[in-house]
Each structure stands twice: as C-alpha cells, then as structure tokens.
C-alpha cells in the first residue's frame, strides 16, 4: 500500500538551522515604512489644507475686488457727476460773457426803435413839440437815425444812465435797459 506515514517530526527537519532574523534591520524596515505612510498622510491632510485655504483666500480675494470696484466706480461717478455740472457751470458762464454784449446790442436797438417809433406816434398827435432826450451821446445819436427827413425837434441832454428817456409835453418814454443791465450782471455773478 503505500508508504508508511511519516513521524510529525519527520515534517520539520529540525535539523535545519533557524533563519537568523536582524530585528534592527526588521524594526528599521518597519519603521521607515510607517514614517513613509505617515508622511504620506501628513502630505495628503496638508495639501488638502492648503487647497481650502487657497481657495478661501482666492475667495476673499475675489470679494474685496468686488467691493473695491463698486467703490471705485461710485467714486469714478460721482467725480464725473461734479466735474460735468462744474463743466455746464463754465460753459454757461462763459456762453453769458459771450453773449451779453451782443444781446446788449440787439436789445439796445430795439428799445431805440421802439422809442423811435413811440416818439413818432406821440408827435403826429401835436406838431411842433419839443422832445428832450436824456441819456448817452451814442444813444442819441442811434435814435437820430431813425428819423429821416421829417422829424420832430430834438434837445439833447447827456446823463451817464444807460437808459434813454424821451420827453415831450405831458408824456415822459423811457428805455429799460438799465433793469436789463442789473439783471445780466445777477445771471453773470
């Protein structure tokens, strides 16, 4: 039948030398093992916390962008809310100072002409009036020109006031441009 079965020492050939084990060098082995894991770990655990924390700064960031550029363009506009009214200021000032004198003008002949022509009505009424005009030598003499050929006699008394004044018999005409004088010197102010 077949082969007797062998004696349980007979499986272990105690004969054989036990293999020699250097614990140190096991113990060293293990070691760098577990500082390899644990460095691992440590990387891992602190990469993961720098990642939240770049991503909380880029966060923060991101945030104080934001509200330094709401802040900057309130500011940018209400700096060019000021310097467009103060820019409408000016171009208004100066527009007036350009156009006041020759408003001055345009307003001064018609107020000769009309004196011109209310003179002439209140003469054709009487013949042979009198009329007395008080004011500048240079309105005068622009109220002169409006009377060509017939025209009523004229007195002229020279007086610094910009308005022209007519008077004949009961009647007393006068221009109103010293009111308009005050009142482009308030708008110019």
Known sequence: ????????????????PEPQVDV?????????EGRAEAEADLSRTHREEM????????????????????????????RFSAMSDTMADLLASQAANVLAPVLDEVLTRKAVA?????????????????????????LYEMLLSHFEGHA??????????????????????????????DTVRRVLA
Do not use: N
């Not at 880029?58 to 940018?76: H, P």
């Not at 009309?114 to 240079?138: F, H, W």
């Not at 004229?154 to 007519?166: C, G, K, N, P, Q």
């Open 1 to 16: 039948m077949g082969r007797p079965a062998a004696a349980p020492e007979a499986l272990f050939d105690l004969s054989d």
């Open 114 to 138: 009309d004196l011109a022509t209310m003179i002439r009505s209140g003469c054709q009424e009487g013949e042979g009036l009198v009329v007395t005009v008080k004011g500048p030598s240079y």
């Open 152 to 181: 009523p006699l004229f007195r002229h008394l020279e007086a610094a006031d910009l308005d022209l004044s007519a008077e004949f018999g009961d009647t007393v005409l006068v221009t109103r441009m010293a009111a308009w004088a």
């Open 51 to 78: 990642e939240a924390m770049q991503a909380a700064h880029a966060a923060s960031l991101a945030q104080l962008r934001d509200s330094y550029e709401k802040q900057a363009a309130a500011m940018i506009a209400e």
């Open 24 to 32: 140190e060098a096991e113990r060293a082995k293990a070691f760098a």
